[in-house]
């Protein structure tokens, strides 16, 4: 069992899992455990912070942790990195099932080209909030299912290729591009061709710590063969009547990299749509 993102969506989603008997696991994340992610990552505590943030520890370890204390016998293999890099690949490849649990573009396009180049089926799931007014109109949650033949997240319309590339910059190409933009305004051209904001997503623990436990369980049914998600993309609010409930089955493009490239792995590596750029620190095995 591979999780991609340790943090609300994946802690969670671990922590069922090793309560449910799943033994072995792929934890992936970059980043070390903040003070603000304590109201949303199972595992983690005060004490994690007793020498500063800049030295707690990754929140992999916590989540291995959280593991290991559940279950002592468990393999857990933990992985400082993106699910871009060459490493964490090679680590997921080899494993039954994938939840992603980051609600990023980029590897929200990943992980579904590993369910149609290395036939590794992946759970994705993404929570977002509206607001009107200063209310919370709406509590989001989406789940998404992408297995060998069918459509990718492209085919569904779930990456935004901006976001995505902004997701991929370094700060100075960022910095860069907010100076273009602004020449280009003050010369009377589109700004937008060089900078659009992305707004950071806010999320909230409660909510994160249940879209992680539902990915869990329709992970324990893929494994187990006992049952599975209602659609293979749904969406529900947990905050309007009848949860406004929507899901649905479609088929993948025609001619899209999702139905011609099925089972080439490597192989298919020239039909990639997206790649680790060079700035990223190397990944690392703990």
């Known amino acids: 069992m591979t999780i991609i993102g340790a943090s609300g969506t994946g802690s969670p989603a671990a922590h069922a899992l090793a309560r449910a008997g ?5 934890l992936i994340d970059p980043q070390r455990v903040g003070k603000s992610n304590l109201e949303r990552l199972h595992g983690s505590y005060d004490a994690h912070f007793a020498k ?6 990754f929140k992999v370890e916590v989540v291995r942790d959280l593991i290991k204390e559940i279950n002592p016998k468990a393999n857990v293999t933990s992985i400082v990195g993106n699910i871009l890099q060459p490493l964490a690949r090679d680590h997921v490849v080899g494993t039954d099932l994938v939840i992603c649990c980051t609600d ?35 509590e989001v949650g989406r789940i998404t299912i992408y297995s060998p033949g ?38 009377g051209d589109n700004a ?59 088929g993948c493009r025609p001619g899209c990299s999702c139905e011609t490239l099925v089972g080439h792995a490597d192989q298919g590596a020239h039909g990639s749509l997206i790649s680790a750029p060079p700035h990223w620190p190397a990944a690392r095995l703990l």
């Not at 579904?112 to 109109?137: M, N, Q």
Request: include cysteine; proline fraction near 5%.
């Open 52 to 57: 500063g943030e800049k030295n707690a520890p």
């Open 192 to 250: 937008g061709a060089y900078w659009k904001d992305v707004p950071e997503i806010p999320t909230v623990g409660h909510f994160t710590s249940m879209a992680g436990a539902l990915a869990a369980s329709y992970a324990v049914g893929w494994l187990t063969g006992k049952f599975m998600a209602p659609h293979r993309y749904f969406e529900f609010n947990i905050l309007a009547p009848g949860f406004d409930y929507v899901g649905f089955n479609v």
């Open 22 to 26: 799943v033994e072995n696991f792929v």
């Open 104 to 138: 990023t573009n980029h590897s929200r396009t990943a992980v579904s080209e590993l369910a149609y180049r290395y036939l590794v089926p992946a759970i994705d799931v993404g929570v977002v909030f509206e607001s009107k007014d200063g209310l919370v109109t709406g």
């Open 150 to 187: 069918a459509p990718c997240a492209y085919c569904l319309n779930l990456v935004d290729s901006w976001r995505a590339t902004v997701e991929l910059m370094s700060e100075e190409e960022k910095e860069r591009r907010r100076r273009e933009a602004k020449e280009a305004e003050k010369s």
